[in-house]
């Protein structure tokens, strides 16, 4: 019966730390007082809570504001400079690290351009991903960041979140922990995590978090960004491929073992375009960089010797100076494009969508309006009206900063860092 009491008065008072930091990330500074009204916690309770917070060097001052008739109110906010965190995107043209303190300004990067692989025709099939070479540049870049920031940088460092294209499921009665499967990567069951924790040679102490890209964008954009307030929302992920976060209650969706998101390979065509993945007709066989490419190229456009960015930048510009076929390809992209959102409209009656990726940005203010009007047409009426489609917000680092999010949720959840 004691050691019930015990357990039970622990993870209340886990639960209060919890409370009270979560409310001070996302809505600080803010007084003790203003935080017992919006948390319904005692002013006892606020008291005793943050005093340990302050300790803990979690939280810090920031200023007073008057009181009515009293003395100043003192301000708390959570301390950007309690810990650092690190946020890996394995994009498909690149592997990118960026190492941020607890506000998630961003204290240094490191980019490594992965080479291009091509199919039998020229066409571009997205970057190399041996898996040798990915665990490589990850590690690299991580030692990077944290000697370009400094000593203390690694004695703060809290978790690191890893962003990756496929489905990641995970094996924690095995030892492996995150395991990825990629299939228009090549990569099938491959335990990231262990490699990782392997080849980085971080204390165990520090958890590597691995999460597809499309998700860690998602709850970057849901915390941060264009999202930021839904309660249900898709946020999709525009680039060398296609994906999607789901939100449903305010919360990303994983599915069975967190697969779900994989919205660019639903069928668009019976019988259409061959996909990346093996499949016909997928929808990012249609709308993703590595498929829009290839189709500019069979009308005549493109060059060839360009990198992805730079071709889609050119197949805007194109447009953009009144090329036919350049604008006859992207009205029926933001077709394709439209009707997947009306498929997505339909399936889960999202408040919003919002979409996202380096492909997503650059090509959303010209693709917008006609995106828009195309998933009108194709949705029932009544969830198309009640949806809102928009750009995201948070640039092409949405996918790192989401995947720094994953360790932060973590200390948030826990009220603290769990050593």
Known sequence: ??????RTVRDLRRANRAALLRHLYFHGPLSRQELGQATGLSSGTVSTVTSGLLADGLLCEAGSVDSDGGR??????VDPACHRLIGVDVGETRVRVELFDLALTELARAD?????????AGERRGGSHDVELIVQHVRDGIATVLKAAGAPAEALLLGVGVGVPGVVTRDPDGGVGAVVHGQTTGWDGVPLERLLRGATGLPERVPIRVANGARTCGQAELWFGAGRGARDAVIALLGSGVGACIVT??????GAGSGAGEWGHTTLSVGGRLCRCGARGCLEAYVGAVALLERWREAGGGANGRDQEASIAALLAAARAGDARAVALLDETAEYLGAGIADLVNLFNPERIVIGGWMGLLLGPYLLPA???AAGAYALRHPAARARIEL?????????VGAATLPLAELLDRGGPSW
Do not use: F, H, I, N
Request: net charge neutral.
């Open 1 to 6: 019966m004691g050691e019930t009491k015990r």
């Open 72 to 77: 100043p109110r003192t301000l708390l906010r």
């Open 112 to 120: 490594y351009p992965l080479a291009e692989e091509r199919g039998p």
């Open 249 to 254: 209650d305010g919360e990303p969706y994983g």
């Open 371 to 373: 995106v828009r009007e």
């Open 392 to 400: 995201g917000r948070l640039g092409p680092d949405a996918v790192t």
